[in-house]
């Protein structure tokens, strides 16, 4: 069965920093994997995939990387802001239709 | 806009009442699924669906019912809750199954006393 860790479980920053989330998986024989990013008492928002084929993803401050032959993914978050504060969660998909997440990271940027 | 649904947001219920948790998407998605979140645990799929009438079973499936009727909707249903169902459930619904962003609802707190 698919195993997803996250590291760090918490993270806590001064605004500006540059941080990096990390995310490993047990089978690398995923179809894609996705992060996540939920603010407390709401739902989940997809920020970045990474189909199976691909290396990396970037959207604004946000980049992401997948080494699949290692099982791991990271994501970069430039220049950081108060408002990235959140749990940032990783999941990948296998064959069997279920978005395997981890626990996530619980990230807190202070002004 | 496009979004997932979720009715009710929040619940408190007792051990035995039946309740459906209802879940609509308005961007013609084949693909729905629900989830529970609990501490520790994280996020486990309970039931997905491919399409309409067809629905499988997720890593916790016990203890609940979905159906899938018509595309855009996809209720949860727990004919006869216990405290252990008290979660944090999440349905969720993508394009395609292995290849796009998959969209989440804004979740539905049950609380079963």
């Known amino acids: 069965k698919q195993e997803v860790t996250q590291i760090p479980a918490a993270l806590s920053v001064p605004e500006g920093e540059n941080l990096v989330l990390n995310c490993s998986f047990t089978d690398s024989a995923i179809y894609n994997l996705q992060w996540f990013r939920q603010d407390p008492g709401k739902g989940l928002t997809s920020l970045l995939l990474?189909?199976?084929?691909?290396r990396e993803q970037t959207s604004g401050r946000l980049n992401a990387s997948l080494d699949k032959s290692s099982g791991r993914s990271t994501l970069y978050i430039a220049a950081s802001q108060p408002g990235d504060s959140a749990t940032y969660l990783c999941a990948v998909i296998n064959s069997g239709y279920a978005l395997n997440f981890g626990k996530g990271t619980s990230l807190l940027v202070t002004p | 806009e496009a979004q997932v649904t979720q009715n009710p947001r929040y619940l408190i219920t007792v051990t035995g009442k039946k309740l459906t948790v209802t879940c609509s998407q308005n961007m013609n998605h084949e693909y729905m699924s629900w989830y529970r979140q609990d501490p520790g645990l994280g996020l486990r799929q309970i039931y997905y669906s491919m399409n309409v009438e067809v629905t499988d079973k997720g890593d916790v499936p016990e203890g609940y019912k979905v159906s899938r009727k018509e595309k855009r909707n996809f209720p949860l249903i727990l004919e006869s809750p216990s405290p252990n169902q008290t979660s944090l459930y999440f349905c969720?619904?993508?394009?395609?199954?292995?290849?796009?962003?998959?969209?989440f609802g804004p979740g539905t707190r049950l609380t079963v006393t």
């Open positions: 969720a619904s993508s394009l395609v199954r292995d290849t796009a962003f998959e969209y």
């Open positions: 990474i189909q199976s084929s691909q």
